[in-house]
């Protein structure tokens, strides 16, 4: 019995010896555990940070990928930037649609303001009503149609759309513009010295885009070249393909403004004195209608005092 005794005072002594080494061993698992998850999930702890970062932020850049992020996780940020790049860049097309609306339709809602403001300043015949009003249609008529054409440019630039080619004779649509811009011409004292065909050979185009990308050439020349200057207007036809060219005084244009102007919002500091106050958008417009149509638009400066702008488009 005391043999036994001292040998069950030593088992007892070894299973709490036992006890206390498996929970200090459950303790230390337990901490290393902790320490790995939290090392592990570092890189996806600052990357949310920098997500959340930038969704309080206005145009922020897509954030970096964290270099230590694991191999397994890598595809899917990845992948995820991706998805953030193209929602921005479908974010940027409907803000830059809303600009180009807005610039194209600015000068007729002006110019029907002013129709029906002359209207009613005094009292006025019932022809002279009707006149008024006729051109104040027009002006609808127009700005009507200039808003198809932007809306349809904006499913284009979505891949909504394919660009809708029918068989059409530039000249009607370049004198139509140049007409509707004469009073601007006469008023700035411009002289305009344009050679165009009763017919030219057809182009297979967009008609409608066609016609916002020449009047807004048209119109830019006419706008903001020099006062008491000329603007020339060139088209060549051939069989491959259609080129205008208009050419007016460069101002203040220096080569190094070639890319910029064809951003939104950049001018030249004479084209802001300008009379109409327009933001700047026409030219950048004028570009991706181009390059939708499968041309290209070109600024070039001939000599120290003009300045070309070019639009070759394929038949």
Known sequence: ARETESLEKRLAEM???????????????????????????????????????????EDSPVPEIPSNLPVELSGLAQAFNTALARAESSRAREREFARHAAHELRTPV???????????????????????IAAALTLTEGM???????????????????????????????????????AVAEKRDLTIEADIPVALNPLTTDAGLLG???????????????????????????????????SNGRGDLKPEDRERLFEPFQRGSVAADSEGGHAGLGLSLCREIAT?????????FDDDQTVTFTVTLPR
């Open 15 to 57: 299973r709490g010896h036992l006890a206390k080494g498996s929970v200090a061993t459950l303790v230390a698992t337990w901490l290393v555990i902790i320490f790995i998850a939290s090392w592990s999930l570092k890189p996806i702890t600052e990357l949310t940070g920098r997500l959340l970062k930038r969704s309080t932020e």
């Open 110 to 132: 002006a110019g029907i303001q002013a129709t029906l403001e002359q209207a009613l300043h005094r009292p006025r015949s019932n022809e002279e009503l009707s006149e008024r």
């Open 144 to 182: 009507r149609g200039t808003l198809n054409s932007l809306m349809r440019l904006a499913r284009l630039r979505g891949g909504l759309e394919a660009v809708s080619t029918v068989a059409t004779d530039p000249s009607g649509i370049l004198r139509d513009h140049l007409a509707a811009n004469r």
């Open 212 to 246: 916002v990308l020449l009047s807004n050439l048209i119109e830019n020349a006419v706008r903001y070249a020099p006062a008491h200057s000329v603007v020339k207007i060139a088209v060549e036809d051939s069989a491959g393909f259609f080129r205008f060219a208009i």
């Open 292 to 300: 939708l149509l499968r041309g290209k638009l070109e600024m070039t």
